[in-house]
């Protein structure tokens, strides 16, 4: 690719919206749908799939992302050394798990945390339910989030993936879940094209041609759009304070200011009014187990907290 400079004529810039990421290469999509191959101006740096930004074009197939247009969300991990952008601007995280391989219930809950510090709509899919016995089990398991007021929808995407549909509408929906729970079987079933598209972009960029290696945005009609994102491991969440995280167990919130000291860890202290909750089984142990797994490994794990982490820009 041609070392991105600034274009020799003035032309008055371009809008578009980022619709994959790969690594330091962005394909744009323009509003005549046009898509370019773009980079970002000099230095800068944090754009994702789904970002509005304003590019100038320096070849028919080419151009530089100038700006990144002020976002609505942003959804994205991070570890004690590095973050990773997920989706801008998605209304909707769909959570992928299936019953068969076994899903982290752990990660669960960090994508649902994540998805609340964003005021973000939340689907947990599971996947796969024509393995009737695993799929039974996994139901179970998935219970206590329907009680929560979780959305749950299980579907088998292989064989058909149309209950999904009414959910998708009107959402940027994002795809987020471990590898091996079913997403590019979801959007190949979604969008047919999907697999050869991503393969022939990839080809261009030399990105070698795996669905799940970049984030991709694809659209079902004007009004509903879905990204898939590659399958994760681990869903870091040092961006986020102690209070961030209280705040993203949603049925915490009626106690998490009534305890007796204004510093209380919600584990052994007296009159803490979210362990009275949970003797009176108003919240569930296994919530403020994993709440209290997520604390001590951010306390563990502590990195200060800088602009770039925390702004939506």
């Known amino acids: 690719m041609r070392s991105p400079g600034r274009p020799s004529v003035t032309s008055p810039p371009l809008h578009g919206e980022i619709v994959a990421a790969f690594g330091r290469h962005f394909l744009v999509k323009t509003a005549d749908n046009s898509t370019l191959i773009c980079v970002l101006r000099g230095k800068k740096s944090g754009a994702a799939c789904g970002d509005r930004v304003e590019i100038h074009q320096t070849a028919p197939d080419q151009g530089v992302i100038e700006r990144i247009l002020p976002r609505s969300a942003l959804l994205y991990r991070s570890d004690i050394s590095r973050e990773k952008l997920i989706a801008a601007n998605a209304t909707q995280v769909i959570i992928v798990v299936a019953a068969v391989p076994s899903f982290s219930e752990e990660l669960i809950n960090r994508c649902l945390v994540a998805a609340e510090s964003q005021r973000l709509n939340v689907l947990i899919v599971l996947n796969k339910t024509d ?33 999904l549909l009414s959910h998708l509408e009107n959402h940027l929906s994002v795809l987020v879940g471990q590898s091996g729970m079913g997403k590019s079987t ?5 969008v047919p094209a999907a697999g050869r598209a991503t393969a022939d972009i990839s080809a261009t960029l030399d990105a070698g041609r795996h669905t799940t290696t970049h984030a991709r945005l694809y659209h079902l009609d004007r009004d509903t759009r ?26 915490f919130r009626p106690y998490i200011d009534k305890c007796k000291f204004n510093n209380c860890r919600h584990s052994s202290e007296p009159g803490c009014a979210l362990m009275d909750a949970m003797q009176e089984n108003k919240v569930s142990v296994r919530r403020i187990d994993l709440y209290h797994k997520l604390i001590t490994s951010l306390r563990t794990n502590r990195i200060p907290s800088s602009p770039s982490r925390t702004k939506i820009q």
């Open 131 to 163: 393995l009737a016995g695993p799929s039974s089990a996994a139901l179970d398991r998935l219970s206590l989030y329907r009680e929560l007021g979780y959305a749950l929808l299980p579907i088998s995407a292989r064989n058909d993936v149309k209950p």
């Open 226 to 251: 879905i990204i898939d994102s590659p399958g994760v491991q681990q869903f870091g969440l040092q961006h986020l304070s102690i209070e961030d995280i209280t705040w993203g167990f949603r049925e």
């Open 186 to 190: 979801i959007i190949n079933a979604l």
